[in-house]
């Protein structure tokens, strides 16, 4: 187990680059063995889901390697179509690899996808899409096995606009035979970056980021193709959040702004001021944040559920009463009782889907678990903002998405660190500014973290 130790109090300030999008790379690495091809993935983000991700490559034949923050993918003949169980079930995005291998070698076998445990996460619509495109698919209660004779277009209607089965149909539909039309499609910022890495790699697509993606099936693809992964629009607002709760003033370079505008009007409702520019946005924090009467989370563009338990942790110590409720996933609510064990005050409606909040002057420092991603997120920021210290237990959630959260904050003057399972501090790059401060003196760097990245021939 691991865990985040911070010792709040501390304002964050100075500039930090935002790296690639895990929702972004996640499809376009399983989009990767599509064809046989040599696959370069610029501004990769270097989090667990991604090494997940690798290893599902590499057991079905794929040779990968990172140099720098490139992911080079080089995909052979003949992949093999098994996915092994404990490589599936890490994590919830294993799915995607569904539609890459139906198309590929016409068959995949797939152990039911793990993930964080938010909602019950359901994969009909993905499963349905396939095969209306001419998949059959047998499940039994731990497994998928599919199989086609030959992937072909169709016209499919999403009941939900999930991210998801969006883009694994996406992917199937690249080399299918004739035309797919995806109606009620998801329109997130990375599904359109997936659109633009499956254009580089030569298909045919248009519409994406609308509701109706049409895609042109495609004998041949290109043997080479470079992408550059998108900014993390949920890293980003992660930090500038941390930066609000902090009374702090930050800059983040390498973002797109427009992708923030979900939720960058909350943080000006809670009295920050935002400046945007090109590629960058930089945040004042005021004295104290407000509340904001309610937040709702939906499809985009609306509010992302991605942001919520982060937003609730903020209005925590907002001044005055917020409401807050989750649409998407039926149990994101789990950051709610770790808030209150600091001192949040926040009640949950008897359906567990709308958190009110009577914003407090501080929180305390506290022992609290991350359930799972953002939940996770959630606590740091809380921690930073807590009086005292604070313990973060199962770290290695939020290392799922957050590539180097602990020595980024570090760098933005905080105080944080990540302990293994020993005690020990975990060095993830980045200075240890807390070296002396009493927090960090049971802590001895112990060099690169367990889920090491030297497996890597960086
Ligand atoms: C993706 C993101 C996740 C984000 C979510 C919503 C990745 C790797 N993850 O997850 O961070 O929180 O979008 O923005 O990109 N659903 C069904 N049947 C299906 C598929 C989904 O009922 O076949 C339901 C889910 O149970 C959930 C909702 O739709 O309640 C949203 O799921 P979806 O949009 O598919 O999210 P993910 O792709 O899992």
Sequence with gaps: MRQYKILGGQRLSGEIAIGGAKNAVLPIIAAACLNQSEVYIHNCPRISDVLDSVEILECIGCSVEFLGNTLKISSSAGLKYDVPDECATKMRSSILFLGALLSREKRANLALPGGCSIGERAIDLHLHGLELMGAKITRTEEKLFCETEGLRGAKINLAFASVGATENLMIAAVKARGETIIENAAREPEIVDLARFLKTLGANIRGAGTKTIVIKGVDRLNSHASHETMPDRIVAGTYLLAAAMTGGEITLANVRPFDLAPFASYLTEMGCKLYPDDNCVSLAAPKRLLAVPRITTKVHPGFP???????????????????????????????????????????????????????????????????????????????????????????????????????????????????????????????????ASPLFSDCSLVGMSPRSLDSFRV
Excluded: W
């Design 305 to 435: 559920t991605d942001m919520q338990a982060q937003f609730v942790a903020a209005l925590s110590i907002a001044d005055g009463q917020s409401e807050v409720t989750e649409t998407i996933f039926e149990e994101r609510y789990k950051h709610v009782q770790e808030l209150r064990k600091m001192g949040a005050d926040i009640r949950l409606t008897a359906d567990k889907k709308t958190f009110i909040t009577k914003g407090v002057e501080r929180l305390h420092g506290a022992t609290v678990t991350a359930h799972d991603l953002r939940c996770g997120a959630a606590l740091v920021l809380a921690g930073l903002a807590a009086e005292g210290e604070t313990l973060v237990k199962d770290a290695q959630y939020v290392e799922r998405g957050y590539a180097s959260l602990e020595s980024d904050l570090r760098s933005l003057g905080t105080e944080i660190c990540l302990v293994g399972a020993g005690g020990e501090a975990v060095f993830g790059g980045g200075a240890l500014v807390g070296g």
